[in-house]
T-cell receptor
Framework: DIQMTQSPSSLSASVGDRVTITCRAGQSISTYLNWYQQKPGKAPNLLIAAASNLESGVPSRFSGSGSGTDFTLTISSLQPEDFATYFC?????????FGQGTKLEIK | QVQLQQWGAGLLKPSETLSLTCAVYGGSFRGYYWTWIRQPPGKGLEWIGEINHSGGTNYNPSLKSRVTISVDTSKNQFSLILNSVTAADTAMYYCARPSYFGSGSYSTWGQGTLVTVSS
């Protein structure tokens, strides 16, 4: 299995801050990397597919980059509704695997 | 717009069999790998396996000996069976559909079913 490691595990930030979350794959996965946002009691919501492709309806303050083993999710200016948990996921090889999550909390 | 609705028993005893079904409403049933994903309380996500409309499957090796995913194309439904459950199988179980054929990114999810394994 391909191991996915996110950092940090948790992050405190304020509205308006720029935030970056990192995801590292245990081997090269090209750009087969997806980002999800999950709020308590809800299913994950796909934000970015294929490392940098913003899903329809997702605000442009979200962006993704990277290839190979190192990837980032950036939120350019945090909004109150962005406080949630974020997961990366590789879709290069089955079994597809997820990072352990980054919990973004209000400072 | 495609929607997934899932159901199944939420409370099981150790050694029993977990059984969940997911119905697909709207959109095409063909051309996708229909997927099950689970999330233990307060933890991360685990990909369980997937099935296409023809019955072709891929399973997570960590669960392969206990998992069966099946499809009923006449009802646009797919199902998950997990045998011999233990407390470690306690989780929210989701069905999901990829964004497009061949994609492993999941844009559509069921509402989730919390399955608790307890004696």
């Amino acid at each position: 299995d391909i191991q996915m490691t996110q950092s940090p595990s948790s992050l405190s930030a304020s509205v308006g801050d720029r935030v970056t979350i990192t995801c590292r794959a245990g081997q090269s996965i090209s750009t087969y990397l997806n980002w999800y946002q999950q709020k308590p009691g809800k299913a994950p919501n796909l934000l970015i597919a294929a490392a940098s492709n913003l899903e329809s309806g997702v605000p442009s303050r979200f962006s993704g980059s990277g290839s190979g083993t190192d990837f980032t999710l950036t939120i350019s200016s945090l909004q109150p509704e962005d406080f949630a948990t974020y997961f990366c996921q590789q879709s290069y090889f089955t079994p597809y695997t997820f990072g352990q999550g980054t919990k973004l909390e209000i400072k | 717009q495609v929607q997934l609705q899932q159901w199944g028993a939420g409370l099981l005893k150790p050694s029993e069999t977990l059984s969940l079904t997911c119905a697909v409403y709207g959109g095409s049933f063909r051309g996708y790998y229909w997927t099950w994903i689970r999330q233990p309380p307060g933890k991360g996500l685990e990909w369980i396996g997937e099935i296409n409309h023809s019955g072709g499957t891929n399973y997570n090796p960590s669960l392969k000996s206990r998992v069966t995913i099946s499809v009923d194309t006449s009802k646009n439904q797919f199902s998950l069976i997990l045998n011999s459950v233990t407390a470690a199988d306690t989780a929210m179980y989701y069905c999901a559909r990829p964004s497009y054929f061949g994609s492993g990114s999941y844009s559509t999810w069921g509402q989730g079913t919390l399955v608790t394994v307890s004696s």
